[in-house]
């Protein structure tokens, strides 16, 4: 019963809020659709993949079933568009999809274009490298050639702080890794979560330098679409308060590598 209220109380914020403008797309006109779209990575396990049976899977698909069941009752109200990093604005602000929801970091830079949610984790950047490399930080990079992935925030910030590196840059984090294998690159520069699970996972890469680049995650939304941002904005803190961020993340994670995720969802959501 307290679910069912609190459920009312996010429908009640729905229809008292203001319209948007005639440009926008309103959260009526979503939910007179039926379903909610959402533009999510493809190849970013455990955060958002496809799996065997061609279905998307990760604790960020979680979260978007979950919006759904907020919205229409129902977790299956959702069509999922495979994005990347460089095509997620476009496909957003074009119309194509309704958000993003694709561990996009909030910089002042993606803000002109767009608007994000209230933070929902946190991440930075760190290298993978081939084990035995000489590689130990990233000021090893100037004059390297280093791979990363456009449209990024690790491949602005690495711009910025070794300007002397030599960026060979990917749409797809497949390509970037099978990169690093072919030595293309001398490491490639990623958002430490993927970087760790590729590591855990592949035992001829290893994780190597600093930390750099701490950045939260939001979802994106189209300027004007304050409905739209307010409702997100309510899901994500139902999601929080009521556990299923953490519980979500503790399926997709072990180890002690959880208790560092946890407390980084703790962060933003007490900031």
């Not at 379903?35 to 979260?63: H, M, Q, R």
């Not at 602005?156 to 294998?181: D, N, S």
Request: net charge neutral; aromatic share 10%; hydrophobic share 45%.
């Amino acid at each position: 019963m307290k679910r069912f209220l609190i459920a009312v109380s996010v429908l009640v914020l729905i229809f008292s809020l203001a319209s948007v403008p005639a440009e926008a797309k309103s959260l009526a006109a979503i939910i007179k659709e039926g379903k909610i779209v959402i533009g999510v990575k493809a190849d970013y396990p455990p955060w958002s993949a496809i799996n065997e049976k061609s279905e998307f899977e990760g604790w960020e698909i979680d979260l978007c079933h979950k919006l759904a069941e907020y919205l229409f009752g129902d977790p299956k109200k959702v069509e999922f568009v495979a994005v990347t990093p460089e095509s997620r604005i476009k496909l957003l602000t074009s119309g194509k999809i309704d958000i993003i929801w694709a561990t996009m970091g909030i910089t002042s830079q993606r803000a002109e274009k767009l608007q994000f949610s209230i933070p929902y984790f946190e991440s930075g950047v760190r290298l993978l490298a081939k084990k035995g490399s000489a590689i130990n930080s990233i000021y090893d990079l100037k004059g390297k050639k280093v791979i990363t992935i456009k449209g990024t925030t690790g491949a602005q910030a690495l711009a910025e702080l070794v300007p002397g590196a030599k960026q060979i840059k990917f749409t797809k984090t497949y390509e970037a890794i099978q990169a690093l294998r072919n030595d293309q690159g001398v490491a490639f520069a990623q958002d430490d979560l993927f970087v760790f699970t590729m590591a855990l996972y592949n035992p001829d890469l290893e994780v190597v330098g600093e930390h750099f680049n701490t950045t939260d995650w939001g979802v994106g939304i189209r300027k004007g679409e304050d409905d739209v941002k307010a409702f997100v904005d309510v899901s994500l803190r139902l999601m929080y308060e009521s556990g299923y961020l953490q519980d979500s993340l503790r399926k997709w994670w072990g180890g002690g590598v959880l208790d560092e995720y946890l407390r980084r969802i703790e962060k933003v959501f007490q900031e």
